[in-house]
């Protein structure tokens, strides 16, 4: 497809690197020379300079033969004109990146007069994945699948953790719920691992489950599931703002610390049941005299990657019992790590991935389904979501016939609201989900791709 990008920000070069190696013809465009030559030197992609929302601009762009428009740039009523040109140069389908609260609550009532085909809000996001973590604070990630009847979380096994010295084919007499590993992180190495394979500790093991099914997981495997009730979120940003009014709303008690005493007065007005802090959320004294030894969570949100570095280990050195990090640079999250820089959630990271899921959504056919991305781990390894079709190779096949190429893992398979954790007895079907993790090496991009050779239909008695 030809895809062009506006704004070579952090957001605009994730997807100019991630859609270019994905094979799409990209065209970049930006005002700023320098970002665009460093693009034009790293990356496969053209390149236009120049006021994105100018008709002129997108004209040379040759926006209106292009597939699709994503307007990334800084500024959300920028990123809403651009969009609203390219419809009307004839670009059959945009998405703008939209931050303010006070518009993402008007684009459902408005996606048709501003030409937009999907609008998203990296902070949004970043909130709700924040949110996701701290209902069940063991997990270091959480993601969903089929629609939230599936998840896929990742544990670290610490000293004394059951499955330490454990093969992977004892897992069920553990956990006692149907539960499958389908990855697990070993010194910066991922492994898809089969049944044979046996868990060290400090292992990052990551788990597909039914969702019904992670309370039971949690206890079962003797780990403590301590609610969280009161949470101090360092940073008053937008992403602080969506994360307090959400944890609020459950009942939890929410202190906010910001360094700047306008932003202060906005959010105290915003969120009258929250404690707004006007400080320096980065000063240990700050810090200790409200209180983080004795609250549940930290989350470190303010906008340097750095500051939320440095509170995260220090909430961490106190023995905060959960602690998770904004970071943008994720490239030097293996460095700090072992520094106890667990739970890390990445606007930009979680806006790209939005963005590619639509991307690949639209290269939709029979053959080509893809529903879900998600990368595990250090990002080595991605489980993907599959809708089977009719022209899916293994239907009506037993998966003991079916024959997969190298690290490729069946990790679930959902029918309607039923949810299979697969064992060589069960098949797939038209219609199903079908959840695969592999290494990024396979580039799996269709169901198909993941058989060794193609299997020979045949029918059989449901």
């Known amino acids: 497809m030809r895809i062009v990008i506006v704004g070579d920000g952090k957001v605009g070069s994730a997807l100019s690197e991630e859609l270019s190696l994905e094979g799409h013809d990209v065209v970049v465009i930006d005002s700023n020379k320098a970002v665009l030559r460093e693009a034009l030197e790293e990356l496969d992609v053209m390149v236009v300079h ?6 002129g601009v997108q004209k040379a762009a040759d926006v209106g033969e292009s597939d699709l428009l994503i307007a990334a740039t800084s500024a959300d009523e920028i990123n809403l004109l651009c969009c609203i040109v390219a419809r009307k ?49 063991s997990f270091l990630q959480r993601d969903s699948f089929s629609k939230g009847r599936v998840e896929i979380v990742e544990l670290e096994l610490k000293e004394g953790s059951k499955l330490i010295e454990k093969k992977l084919s004892e897992l069920y007499k553990i956990a006692k719920v149907q539960v499958l590993v389908c990855a697990v992180e070993r010194q910066g190495v ?4 089969d049944g044979n394979f046996m868990l060290h500790k400090n292992d990052t093991v990551s788990f597909v489950a039914s969702t019904k099914d992670l309370a039971q997981l949690i206890r079962n495997l003797g780990l403590v599931h301590r609610k969280v009730r009161d949470v101090m979120i360092v940073g008053g940003s937008r992403t602080a703002f969506y994360l307090a009014h959400a944890l609020i709303e459950t009942g939890a008690g929410v202190k906010l610390i910001e360094i700047k005493e306008d ?27 409200e209180g983080i030894e004795h609250t549940d969570a930290v989350v470190t949100l303010t906008g340097m990657d750095e500051e939320n570095l440095i509170v995260s280990m220090y909430a961490e050195y106190k023995g905060v019992p959960k602690v998770v990090t904004k970071m943008n640079r ?46 595990i781990g250090n990002g080595a390894v991605e489980a993907l979501e599959f809708k089977a079709t009719r022209n899916t190779f293994c239907l009506g096949m037993t998966l003991m016939e079916v024959q997969l190429k190298p690290h490729i893992l069946i990790a679930c398979i959902t029918k309607g609201d039923k949810v299979i954790i697969p064992r060589g007895n069960d098949r797939i079907e038209e219609g199903d989900n079908v959840i695969i993790v592999t290494s990024l090496e396979a580039q799996i991009k269709d169901l198909n791709d993941i058989f060794a050779a193609i299997p020979a239909k045949r029918e059989y008695v449901k």
Request: charged share 25%; glycine share 4%.
């Open 50 to 55: 120049g006021n994105g929302a100018a008709m």
């Open 89 to 137: 140069l004839g670009c059959p389908n945009t998405i703008a990146r939209v931050r303010n609260p006070d518009y993402t609550k008007q684009l459902f009532e408005l996606k048709e007069e501003l030409g937009l085909s999907m609008a998203v809000n990296p902070e949004f996001a970043a909130a709700s994945e924040v949110f996701q973590l701290l209902q069940f604070p």
């Open 190 to 193: 991922m492994h898809i691992p």
């Open 263 to 289: 932003r202060c007065l906005e959010l105290a007005d915003a969120l009258p049941k929250a404690v707004v802090v006007n400080a320096d959320g980065t000063d240990k004294h700050v810090l200790d005299a």
């Open 330 to 375: 994720t490239e030097y999250y293996e460095v700090f790590r072992d520094k106890g820089i667990d739970s890390v959630v990445s606007p930009k990271e979680i806006c790209t991935d939005e963005i590619v899921r639509y991307v690949r959504a639209m290269q939709v056919t029979e053959d080509n389904s893809v529903i879900t991305l998600r990368s």
